[in-house]
């Protein structure tokens, strides 16, 4: 039976990895020191194959059993989070990938690093491909964000160059689905929460600026594609399905049968303008496309909120 070490493991997207892995037979020992993320994502998978463990990634992991797999999620993703613990989000980013890819070196088990499209910060390459180099601020807010990861990624290709680690790095775009925080304030979750109880529906700026939001099902496919593929460069995932945030809340207000109306907010600093994943490589290395599209996503999501009746309705 394989086995993966999952950082960040009880996290929206590390309680999904979690799933997928111990659905393939795996045993799976989860890592993850609660910040920003519930014990409820995972209470459905606490069984013999499962372990969870709190521990806080910029502290060294002993792990007996053998590893065949280290995923690491660990990471302040929210702008809510890494904007209140900015050197925390450092820190996860540096020490915390250090001891993640030194974990895996020491079990000799493949190392997935889930880098972020933040690493291309505001692009001036549209859609942007791998071998965009990216358009970041190293010292506005954000910064300690993208630059870390940044950072994790230059390690893992460090890790792999000198030290012989079998080492992959995915660039994640934007992701939603069933577990989001209805408070970590990104676009969906916020925009579902406001529309289902009635309040107006905030957008940034005018709500031109464009995303690209895949579901989780199909992102956690990717994933677990490129850890059992034998590639080491940066492989985006994401769905090149490209929205202005306006049409999102829209969307989203439509499919709730919400009577909310659309407000406008002032553009928070640095935020990407536009945001597409080219995902030739994924589709030539891995054979992976997403699947799911948005209004069926949003469904499903609404529908794990409990508002079946609304979804029907729409």
Not at 197 to 223: A, E, M, N
Not at 253 to 261: A, F, Y
Request: glycine letters at 8%; aromatic letters at 8%.
């Amino acid at each position: 039976m394989p086995a993966s070490l999952v950082t960040g493991g009880v996290g929206f997207l590390g309680s999904h990895l979690c799933e997928a892995l111990l659905e393939r037979g795996h045993r799976v020992l989860c890592l993850d020191n609660l910040e920003t993320s519930s014990l409820e994502n995972v209470e459905h998978l606490r069984d013999g194959a499962f372990m969870f463990v709190n521990h806080d990634v910029i502290a060294p992991a002993t792990v007996e059993e053998d590893v065949d797999f280290v995923y690491h999620l660990a990471a302040l993703a929210s702008p809510i989070d890494y904007l209140r613990m900015p050197l925390h989000s450092l820190k996860t980013g540096s020490y915390g990938t250090h001891h993640a890819l030194g974990l895996a070196k020491w079990k000799r088990a493949r190392f997935l690093l889930a880098s972020t499209s933040e690493v291309y910060g505001d692009p001036e390459v549209h859609p942007q491909p791998e071998t965009y180099w990216g358009n970041v601020n190293p010292i506005g807010p954000r910064g300690v964000y993208d630059e870390a990861k940044r950072y994790a990624e230059a390690l893992t290709m460090a890790y792999h160059r000198q030290q012989g680690v079998d080492t992959a790095i995915v660039r994640i775009f934007n992701t939603y689905g069933p577990r989001m925080r209805a408070n970590d304030g990104r676009a969906i979750p916020t925009f579902l929460r406001q529309a289902v109880d009635g309040k107006p529906v905030t957008v940034f700026g005018d709500g031109s600026q464009t995303r690209s939001f895949c579901y989780v099902d199909d992102l956690i496919r990717g994933l677990v594609l490129l850890a059992e593929s034998g590639e080491h460069l940066p492989v985006n995932l994401g769905n090149p399905d490209e929205k202005t945030l306006h049409e999102l809340a829209e969307t989203i207000i439509r499919l709730t049968g919400s009577s909310s109306e659309i407000v406008f907010q002032a553009l928070p600093v640095d935020d990407p303008q536009v945001r597409q994943p080219d995902i030739t490589r994924a589709r030539q290395l891995l054979d992976w496309k997403p699947e799911v599209e948005l209004e069926d996503g949003l469904r499903r999501t609404i529908a794990s909120l409990g508002h079946e009746a609304a979804v029907g309705s729409a």
